[in-house]
């Protein structure tokens, strides 16, 4: 029998009716379940803000989460929740935070910030070193799910080294997203640039919580001790509002050689045969015309 692991999950649209996620209590009630019997113990609702769309703010978050943690407790649900936002990008950021209409994770230094799923946005860089100016440290969600990813994998490998986090959801290493995500989830864990695993959960049976199977697969890939930091160690270092110098960077660039089969890593030939299987899959399909089809 397998032990379950504890894990953290920093992202999810639990909370009900309060934007695309979880319809209504009996849903959140329902993922909320799911995600205890994974090994979460700590869950963090992260509602959509987007300014016209999902009019939420921080104290409204707050006490949808309080509201939800007590309907939690009466059904005997031990799972610790914590209120926090998937930020869209918006201008004058870092005053919605100090002003707590955005709300950081667990009021901590940490936030997740959604760019535009399918445009990329102008000066990019400029907005998260803005963030990071402000004593904020920004957790860029889903990048391997943007579709413009693949013409701007410089930038964010640049702004990893710059000090904004990465956030990889789970189900893009299980497939749930299709294949592109897939392949840029494997190779930004396999060139260090993912801090953390995140669900992005929305509901019960669609985009459920699978926490548990992300980390399995980034285990296959990384290691047990690099899943463990992906799901757990990291994300308490940011419910404790620990400082970036003090927290355990993924493995780097040198240590995962992407061009080169990740040879020298310890990684078992399978990893190393799916490893280029998958650059092979990336040069013919997604850089051939034919790709652009189905974009």
């Known amino acids: 029998?397998?032990?379950?692991?504890?894990?953290?999950?920093?992202?999810?649209?639990?909370?009900?009716?309060?934007?695309?996620?979880?319809?209504?209590?009996?849903?959140?009630?329902?993922?909320?379940?799911?995600?205890?019997?994974?090994?979460?113990?700590?869950?963090?609702?992260?509602?959509?803000?987007?300014?016209?769309?999902?009019?939420?703010?921080?104290?409204?978050?707050?006490?949808?989460?309080?509201?939800?943690?007590?309907?939690?407790?009466?059904?005997?649900?031990?799972?610790?929740?914590?209120?926090?936002?998937?930020?869209?990008?918006?201008?004058?950021?870092?005053?919605?935070?100090?002003?707590?209409r955005i709300p950081s994770l667990a009021g901590s230094r940490y936030v997740l910030v959604e760019p535009p799923h399918h445009v990329?946005?102008?000066?990019?860089?400029?907005?998260?070193?803005?963030?990071?100016?402000?004593?904020?440290?920004?957790?860029?969600?889903?990048?391997e799910r943007l579709t413009w990813i693949?013409?701007?994998?410089?930038?964010?490998?640049?702004?990893?080294?710059?000090?904004?986090?990465?956030?990889?959801?789970?189900?893009?290493?299980?497939g749930a997203f299709g294949r592109r995500p897939k392949y840029w989830a494997e190779r930004m864990l396999n060139e260090g640039l993912v801090n953390i695993l995140a669900t992005d959960a929305h509901g019960a049976r669609r985009r459920r919580p699978d926490l548990a199977e992300g980390r399995a697969v980034a285990a296959t890939w990384l290691g047990e001790q690099e899943a463990e930091e992906l799901v757990l160690v990291r994300p308490q270092a940011i419910l404790d509002n620990r400082d970036p110098s003090e927290v355990s960077a993924p493995p780097s660039v040198a240590d995962r050689r992407w061009d080169k089969g990740m040879s020298g890593t310890g990684h078992s030939d399978e990893h190393n045969r799916r490893s280029r299987g998958w650059r092979n899959w990336f040069s013919q399909t997604i850089k051939s015309p034919r790709a652009n089809r189905d974009r």
């Open 1 to 100: 029998m397998l032990l379950m692991k504890r894990m953290i999950d920093l992202h999810s649209h639990i909370l009900p009716g309060i934007d695309d996620g979880a319809a209504h209590l009996d849903i959140s009630i329902e993922m909320a379940r799911i995600a205890e019997a994974s090994g979460v113990t700590v869950q963090a609702c992260t509602p959509h803000i987007l300014p016209g769309v999902y009019n939420n703010t921080g104290p409204q978050i707050l006490l949808a989460t309080i509201e939800l943690q007590r309907r939690l407790d009466e059904k005997g649900i031990s799972l610790r929740l914590v209120a926090g936002a998937d930020a869209h990008v918006v201008p004058n950021m870092v005053a919605g935070l100090r002003e707590k």
């Open 120 to 143: 990329p946005l102008p000066r990019i860089e400029n907005f998260f070193f803005d963030i990071l100016g402000g004593g904020f440290v920004p957790i860029l969600t889903h990048p």
């Open 150 to 174: 693949e013409t701007h994998y410089a930038v964010f490998k640049e702004l990893s080294r710059a000090g904004t986090w990465m956030q990889v959801t789970s189900g893009s290493l299980t």
